[in-house]
T-cell receptor, first 112, second 111 residues
Framework: DAGITQSPRHKVTETGTPVTLRCHQTENHRYMYWYRQDPGHGLRLIHY???????DKGEVSDGYSVSRSKTEDFLLTLESATSSQTSVYFC???????????FGPGTRLTVL | DQQVKQNSPSLSVQEGRISILNCDYT??????FLWYKKYPAEGPTFLIS?????DKNEDGRFTVFLNKSAKHLSLHIVPSQPGDSAVYFCAASVVAQKLVFGQGTRLTINP
């Protein structure tokens, strides 16, 4: 299995509070991604990174920001959490942009 | 606009029989297709992929078929086993671009 960890695995927070989710990889892969999974929508890309300090927006980026200061870490921040951001968040990595991605175990976030 | 669609939210199959999961896409520029399998409380795991230059790819009990003219992708699992019960996602991409996922199909294998 690819070495990907996500922290925390579960989080409950209140509307308006900031939240940061962490993805850590030990594979030295260049590409990292953040997705959210919601019923009826499958997996939707939030942001992705193609190198240290290089990031770009995905399909559902509003309300989220990311940072990548080291190859192994990719942070997803909700500046002011809303109930619509209640979801399961998955980090993924890939060695190249065009091949299969490997996913972390997910973080279940509940915004009350 | 859903570019990748899995129109069956769920599928129930008897153990030992064939499971066929379907996926349709609208973007004719897609040239790489993948299937992922997901168990509850785990991340998706890569299952099998196919390039648009092929129409079939096999890996053990899993075969993916691609019909470019119909913009249709299918995953065949033969024979189906209880451990195959999971949610299956198809995904598609243009080379060097982001993956686009379908909504998923929940497969249940009945003993």
């Amino acid at each position: 299995d690819a070495g990907i960890t996500q922290s925390p695995r579960h989080k409950v927070t209140e509307t308006g509070t900031p939240v940061t989710l962490r993805c850590h990889q030990t594979e030295n892969h260049r590409y990292m991604y953040w997705y959210r999974q919601d019923p009826g929508h499958g997996l939707r890309l939030i942001h992705y990174s193609y190198g240290v300090k290089d990031t770009d927006k995905g399909e559902v980026s509003d309300g989220y920001s990311v940072s990548r200061s080291k190859t192994e870490d990719f942070l997803l921040t909700l500046e002011s959490a809303t109930s619509s951001q209640t979801s399961v968040y998955f980090c993924a990595i890939s060695e190249y942009s065009y091949n299969e991605q490997f996913f972390g175990p997910g973080t279940r976030l509940t915004v009350l | 606009d859903q570019q990748v669609k899995q129109n069956s939210p769920s599928l129930s199959v008897q153990e030992g029989r064939i499971s066929i999961l379907n996926c349709d896409y609208t973007n004719s520029m897609f040239d790489y297709f993948l299937w992922y399998k997901k168990y509850p409380a785990e991340g998706p795991t890569f299952l099998i992929s196919i390039s648009s230059i092929k129409d079939k790819n096999e890996d053990g009990r899993f075969t993916v078929f691609l019909n470019k003219s119909a913009k249709h992708l299918s995953l065949h699992i033969v024979p189906s086993q209880p451990g195959d019960s999971a949610v299956y996602f198809c995904a598609a991409s243009v080379v060097a671009q982001k993956l686009v996922f379908g909504q998923g199909t929940r497969l249940t294998i009945n003993p």
